[in-house]
Structure formats: C-alpha cells, structure tokens
C-alpha cells in the first residue's frame, strides 16, 4: 500500500470533512428523533432493532464516504450482504456505524452516536465519533493526537487519558450490561482497589468519556460488533490509551468470519501495573 495515501487520509482535513457528513447524517437522525416515525422498522437477526434513521444515516454516510474517497470500500452495520461478503478482500476501508445506541435514540436518552474508523491492515488507523444531540465529535488518530471538535464552532481540544490514581478506579459501563463476567471484574477491583465508582452511558459513548479522562477502565463482556468498537479503539489509543483483548493485545478488525468483537478491556492508563493482575484474573 502506498505510505503517502495512507498519511494523507490521516489527517485533520479528513475529520473536518467526516464532521460535515456526520453533520448531515446527524440531522437526519433528528430529524426522526422526537417525531412520529422513530419507530423500529424491523428487528435484525441479532434481536437490535432498525428504524429509519439507522437507514437515512446509512445512506447519507455511504455516499458520501463514497463520493469523497472513491478507491476506500465502505462497510456499515446496514451494508448488504453482498457488500459485507467482499470485506476479507480488504486491506483498508471505511468501518461505520451510522447508530450507535439505537435503543437509546428508541428511547430518548440522548445517548447515541455515529461511529467512523478507517481500518488498515487490521487496525483502526483513524476513528471518529460524533454525538448528534450535541453536534460533539471525538476524533483520534493514534500517534497524532485526539481531540474534541465543535461542530458549529470548528473548536478543537486537545483530549489524553488519565493516569491511574490512588483512589478508587471509575468503570466506565452501561447501565443495561450485566452478568457474572462483569460482576467477576468488579469484585476484582473492589478486592485490588477497595472499591470502584462507576459512570453509566451508552454507545460509544464510553470510550469519549474515556479519552476525555473521565475514567479509567471500560470492560466489555457482552456482545458487540466491530462498527460499535473500531472508531473507539482509535480514539482511546491516539489519547494514550488501550483498547486490549483478555490476553492483552490490541483488537484486530476484519480477520475473522465473524464481525463479532471478542470481549475486551480497555485501559486509559495501559502501563499501571494493576491491569496485568485484572487481565490475569478476567482470562481465566
């Protein structure tokens, strides 16, 4: 792959022109958002439901990514199956989510998103994620810098993870996401750390929250896809984080049959040695 293509699309004029698409994708959404046909449309296989806005966002970001960058493929959740029968051929394309957190946008939390990671090589290379509601974006680019960006302003902000402190640790998690393997982490820092504090949101919501040095861990042991996780994993690691597997290594994206992500942690703070320990004990 030519190096100087590469560095080109990762760059701050390609998340200027991914906040105008996410502009458009967001309006959109709202425009469905407080009307009367934010209704689902259907429920997908995986028992998620699809509404209209799901759809117009897929449209809008489709063509759009598309149109821009012609030679990138583009694969979203709402993608046909004769395109997402295509993505092993890839080395690089555009992985996107154009809802995330469509139970939060059903039921009007405000806490849903527009995911956008540009893969290479099996690896998010440039992630985005723009909040609708707020016209907010998150955006990294691993080893350049993350940031948060103002839609209507054009402001821009410099954003890090925080470093692991003496206090009790902040889970970043989702208030519907439960189970024993979830149970298991927080006994486990309770016991490492005396106890733990908890933020809820939804979407990839966490992983903003994250690089915005929020919290301190966010651990996933329910079912996701690699559209709800890549943009994230892009945005926590060009913040200084790690978005890991329960063997510690990085997430690999489009090298499996299934678009399934594995389970995972990730850490705003990867170099604390506490986390081996927590790893250690959620492998087992």
């Known amino acids: ?28 959404i709202l425009a469905y958002y407080h009307g009367a046909d934010r209704i689902e449309v259907e429920s997908k296989s995986d028992r998620t439901p699809l509404t209209a806005a799901d759809l117009a966002s897929h449209r809008l970001l489709d063509e759009g990514l598309q ?7 583009v694969l979203s959740e709402e993608s046909p199956l004769a395109v997402t029968a295509q993505r092993r051929e890839w080395d690089r394309f555009w992985l996107v989510d154009p809802l995330d957190g469509t139970r939060e ?19 998010p290379v440039l992630g985005l994620i723009y909040q609708p509601l707020e016209a907010l974006a998150y955006a990294g680019i691993p080893g350049e810098g993350a940031w948060q960006i103002g839609a209507c302003d054009g402001s ?12 009790f640790p902040t889970v970043l998690a989702s208030a519907r996401h439960r189970g024993p393997r979830l149970a298991h982490c ?3 820092l ?6 733990h504090d908890r933020l809820n949101s939804g979407s990839a919501i966490k992983f903003c929250d994250m690089a915005a040095g929020r919290g301190d861990l966010y651990p996933r042991f329910s079912p996701c896809s690699e559209w709800d996780v890549a943009a994230g994993d892009a945005l926590v690691s060009a913040a200084g984080g790690a ?3 329960l063997a510690g290594v990085p997430l690999r994206y489009n090298c499996r049959d299934t678009l399934l992500s594995p389970d995972f942690i990730a850490l705003a703070d990867p170099t604390a040695s506490q986390w081996r320990g927590l790893l250690g004990a959620m492998a087992t």
């Open 1 to 28: 792959m030519n190096d100087s293509v590469t560095d080109n699309l990762c760059s701050r004029n390609t998340l200027d022109a991914l906040i105008r698409l996410c502009e458009q994708a967001g309006n959109a």
């Open 105 to 123: 946008f059903l039921e009007e939390t405000g806490q849903f998103t527009i995911n956008i990671a540009l893969v290479e090589s099996h690896r």
């Open 190 to 195: 309770n016991g490492a750390f005396g106890g």
């Open 243 to 245: 978005v890991l597997d």
């Open 67 to 73: 149109g821009l960058w012609p030679d990138v493929p």
């Open 156 to 167: 821009w902000r410099e954003l890090a993870c925080r470093s692991l402190g003496g206090g």
């Open 186 to 188: 927080l006994d486990w």
